[in-house]
C-alpha cells in the first residue's frame, strides 16, 4: 500500500490544522493505521492510532484532547485533527498502516508502510 500524508504547514500557537492520509494499492480496511511525528534530533513517537473498524483509538497524554484520528475505508482515507496546536507540536508527521492492534501499535516497528511525512510547524 502506498500511502500519502498532506495537510502540513505553518500555525500559530491555538491554532489548527488537519492532516490526510490517503492510500493506495490496496484498500485501507484491513490496516490498522498510526501517526507519528519526529522532531529533529527527537525519536519517532506515535501521536495517534486507530484500529480496522475505526472504534478504538489510542493517543499518548501529550496530544489527548487536542488531536483526533479519524477514517473513511469508504474513501481510503485516515485523517488527523489538531486542535490547540502548541510550538512543542513543531516535527515532520507521518501516517503508518500496520495489521497489529493493542499496545505494539504504540511503537513505529509495528507499522509496514509509511507516507513520505508533512511537515507542521507551530509559532509562538
Known amino acids: 500500500v502506498q500511502l500519502q500524508a498532506s495537510g502540513g504547514g505553518l500555525v500559530q500557537a491555538g491554532g489548527s490544522l488537519r492532516l490526510s492520509c490517503a492510500a493506495s494499492g490496496r484498500s485501507l480496511r484491513r490496516y490498522v493505521m498510526g501517526w507519528f511525528r519526529q522532531a529533529p534530533g527527537k525519536e519517532r513517537d506515535v501521536v495517534a492510532s486507530?484500529?480496522?473498524?475505526?472504534?478504538?483509538?489510542y493517543y499518548p497524554d501529550s496530544v489527548k484532547g487536542r488531536f483526533t484520528i479519524s477514517r473513511d475505508n469508504a474513501e481510503n482515507t485516515v485523517y488527523l485533527q489538531m486542535n490547540s496546536l502548541k510550538p512543542e507540536d513543531t516535527a515532520l508527521y507521518y501516517c503508518?498502516?500496520?495489521?497489529?492492534?493493542?499496545?505494539?501499535?504504540?511503537?513505529?516497528?509495528?507499522?509496514?508502510?509509511w507516507g513520505q511525512g508533512t511537515q507542521v510547524t507551530v509559532s509562538s
Open positions: 486507530i484500529d480496522w473498524s475505526g472504534k478504538s483509538t
Open positions: 503508518a498502516s500496520g495489521t497489529q492492534w493493542g499496545p505494539a501499535t504504540r511503537t513505529a516497528s509495528a507499522y509496514e508502510y
